[in-house]
């Protein structure tokens, strides 16, 4: 289980929100809504340990997330805005180098078929540096196909996908928590994850 208890955020002279508590348990998706600039992504990087809270914490399984019990890190898949794509390896080669930076092993076969379904047959072996910004994300979404981690926390995953696309996305993440997988996300665009998925609204 992932818990975050009365966490606090502070940007500059700007407290983007405070007390936030929740808890996110296998099988369940939370989709965080609001405007721009309430944290709604400073919260996802709090959660992944990639920027410190003003107050409160964050435990993964009752471990504090920064102790050295605390396994949330190996277990967590993150997609932000920042891609995390080599540009000069192909598709193919990034999503084998991420699982393998991520401790699991990809079947070549695997990474191309995950990356035909996103829509880049023929696109496969090109580095990625001549791919479109919306390419470069389905390279990225590609890993959500292919690997394994409990927990996916995503930024904005439907940003730049068609209609064919969001609904593959979507049918990954029911599948996901059918499997008792969990996922927090961010989108501006509506997520029906069904009875699994529920709302938690920042406010500026």
């Known amino acids: 289980?992932?818990?975050?208890?009365?966490?606090?955020?502070?940007?500059?002279?700007?407290?983007?929100?405070?007390?936030l508590?929740?808890?996110?348990?296998?099988?369940?998706?939370?989709?965080?809504?609001?405007?721009?600039?309430?944290?709604?992504?400073?919260?996802?990087?709090i959660v992944a340990g990639l920027a410190p809270a003003a107050q409160g914490e964050v435990r993964w399984h009752g471990e504090l997330l920064g102790s050295p019990d605390c396994q949330l890190p190996a277990?967590?898949?993150?997609?932000?805005?920042?891609?995390?794509?080599?540009?000069?390896?192909?598709?193919?080669?990034?999503?084998?180098?991420?699982?393998a930076i991520a401790g699991g092993t990809i079947e070549p076969a695997q990474a191309l078929q995950a990356l035909k379904e996103l829509g880049l047959a023929g696109r496969t072996?090109?580095?990625v540096r001549v791919?479109?910004?919306?390419?470069?994300?389905?390279?990225?979404?590609?890993?959500l196909l292919v690997q394994q981690n409990?927990?996916?926390?995503?930024d904005e995953p439907f940003v730049a996908?068609?209609?064919?696309?969001h609904a593959l996305i979507t049918r990954v993440l029911q599948?996901?928590?059918a499997q008792g997988g969990m996922v927090l996300l961010t989108s501006h665009q509506p997520v029906d994850l069904g009875a699994r998925g529920r709302s938690l609204r920042l406010d500026a």
């Open 150 to 154: 409990p927990l996916w926390v995503l």
């Open 125 to 127: 072996a090109l580095p």
């Open 175 to 177: 599948g996901h928590l």
């Open 21 to 45: 508590s929740f808890t996110l348990a296998p099988g369940q998706c939370l989709h965080l809504e609001g405007g721009n600039g309430v944290g709604k992504t400073s919260l996802l990087r």
């Open 75 to 99: 277990q967590m898949l993150y997609l932000g805005h920042l891609l995390a794509l080599k540009d000069e390896l192909s598709a193919v080669e990034n999503l084998l180098s991420g699982g």
């Open 1 to 19: 289980m992932l818990s975050v208890a009365d966490l606090s955020c502070v940007r500059g002279d700007r407290t983007l929100f405070r007390g």
């Open 161 to 165: 996908l068609d209609g064919a696309a």
């Open 131 to 143: 791919l479109s910004q919306g390419q470069k994300r389905r390279v990225a979404l590609a890993r």
